[in-house]
């Protein structure tokens, strides 16, 4: 969903322009650490590529966190494309990683994290809103391919936060399906924010929610507490391009 220019307060958006955009959203100075410096890249290239053993939760997020550090300085490797990494990948997957993010066309994961084929189980829900088919992937992740971090995405500017925030202040009904996402981000609104602050803040307070309720699913609980498993929330901002990790 793309951001449109803010109007004057005396004009506020329509439900439309909230749907189909986010309102214009101001990163959150030390809203958590940053993965660069909390996982340095330097020390996660060298396990990163061509690892096709299993890893610990911390690899894979140093290993993540590499990435990120190519993408915000275009020093992309674009991996794991070759003719040859195609072929094998037609005998199986070994994914390092589930991602799950927004549908927001501005924040792929394979390019946000430098991956490539085979890298990361992707999931993708408006919001990272949670449903059972969401719930179903993550846990394929899992406990089938014996995935050892999931990473619960959010990011700056979020169309459907901001649409959630509108409904709940105006009260103006939205579309079936939309409602839905709503309904499932409304209990994380911060209403002791206000204007862009409280879509801000309640763009933080969801996915901690989301990582919390994934981090309790019975099928996961066992894992995360024999260090398995980690669940990590994080944000991607859309100025800096950098993703930090939300406690």
């Excluded at 060298?46 to 939760?57: I, K, S």
């Excluded at 990120?68 to 490797?77: G, P, S, T, V």
């Excluded at 309720?213 to 901002?237: F, H, M, N, Q």
Aim: proline share 6%; hydrophobic share 45%; net charge neutral.
């Amino acid at each position: 969903m793309n951001s449109n220019t803010r109007r004057p307060a005396a004009s506020p958006p329509s439900r439309r322009t909230l749907l189909r955009s986010a309102v214009a959203g101001t990163a959150a100075a030390g809203a958590g650490l940053a993965l660069g410096p909390a996982f340095p890249a330097s020390a996660a290239t060298a396990e990163a590529e061509g690892t096709d053993g299993p890893l610990t939760p911390a690899q894979a997020l140093r290993r993540l966190a590499a990435g990120n550090e190519r993408w915000r300085r275009q020093l992309q490797q674009h991996p794991h494309e070759s003719a040859a990494v195609r072929r094998r990948l037609t005998q199986g997957q070994n994914p390092f990683a589930v991602v799950l993010g927004c549908v927001d066309s501005r924040v792929p994961p394979e390019l946000v994290f430098d991956q490539g084929l085979g890298d990361l189980l992707t999931v993708r829900s408006a919001g990272e809103v949670l449903d059972e088919a969401v719930l179903g992937s993550v846990a394929y992740g899992v406990l089938e391919l014996h995935i050892p971090l999931v990473l619960v995405l959010a990011h700056q500017s979020c169309g459907a936060v901001a649409a959630a925030v509108h409904a709940d202040e105006t009260g103006e009904p939205l579309p079936a399906h939309i409602q839905y996402l709503a309904d499932q981000i409304r209990p994380s609104i911060d209403h002791r924010q206000h204007g862009q602050a409280r879509i801000d803040a309640t763009v933080n307070a969801h996915v901690r929610a989301v990582r919390a309720r994934l981090a309790a699913e019975p099928d996961l609980a066992g894992k995360v507490s024999s260090g398995e498993l980690a669940v990590v929330a994080a944000r991607y901002e859309l100025t800096d391009q950098r993703v930090r990790t939300l406690g």
